[in-house]
């Protein structure tokens, strides 16, 4: 009888020792799949977190691209002309280029150099014929377009006037005043040595007007870059 009982504790015994087995093997199984659980989680936040970097690289990169692209565009710009007026009224020299003198504004247009004259500094009110004291000026002009820095190019003289329609005055037309002055320019240049056969006249009347009704009335000569 005591044997028996004796197997029966031992019996007892390899099931308690089998269940505890079996039961640490499956908390240990159970472990594992929340480890993995948490290793999936962690890495589906890791990519995610790559996502976002990349992203933000991209658009980085796409704003530095375009500030390069407007650098570049603003370094091909050309430089617009000064809107700073001499005591003549026409525009203070901007870039040298030349000794035309304080009373003529100098500024690069894409058809060449442009020299700006006070139409008053010219013309008296609705005439077309020059002044004796703007023919110093004009002398200075015809200098330097007969000069080796700009005898091989062509001339273009164009006048303007205000937008004031005429009155009083033998002109029908602001465009023929304009004209007519333009057509003075271009004579007296010649008179002073400009070969004729280079420059043209032009008006073009109250276009293109000026911040003030003083500085649009101007001529403007071009020497043209062709």
């Known amino acids: 009888m005591e044997g028996f009982f004796t197997f029966k504790r031992v019996l007892t015994a390899g099931i308690l020792a089998a269940g505890l087995a079996l ?42 691209a375009e500030l390069q692209k407007q650098q570049i565009q603003q370094q091909q710009v050309q430089p617009a002309p000064s809107n700073e007026l001499s005591s003549s009224g026409a525009p203070r020299n901007s870039r040298g280029s030349g000794d035309f003198g304080s009373d003529v504004g100098v ?15 010219l013309f008296n009110a609705g005439q077309a014929t020059l002044k004796d004291s703007a023919k110093k000026t004009l002398d200075k002009v015809a200098s330097e377009l007969k000069s080796s820095r700009y005898s091989k190019y062509s001339v273009r003289v164009e006048g303007y006037t205000d937008t004031d329609p005429i009155r009083k005055s033998k002109w029908a037309s602001n465009e023929a005043l304009s004209e007519a002055r333009a057509r003075s320019v271009e004579k007296y240049l010649a008179s002073k040595g400009v070969s004729s056969s280079r420059v043209s006249a032009v008006g073009r009347g109250a276009a293109n007007p000026k911040s003030s009704k003083a500085a649009s009335r101007r001529v403007e000569i071009y020497i043209l870059d062709r």
């Open 107 to 121: 500024d690069q247009t894409r058809e060449g150099t442009r020299l700006t004259v006070s139409g008053d500094l």
């Open 23 to 64: 039961s640490m093997g499956m908390g240990g199984c159970s472990n594992n799949k929340q480890a993995a659980a948490d290793a999936e989680q962690e890495s589906a936040e890791l990519r995610q977190k790559n996502a976002q970097l990349e992203q933000s690289l991209r658009e980085r990169d796409t704003t530095i």
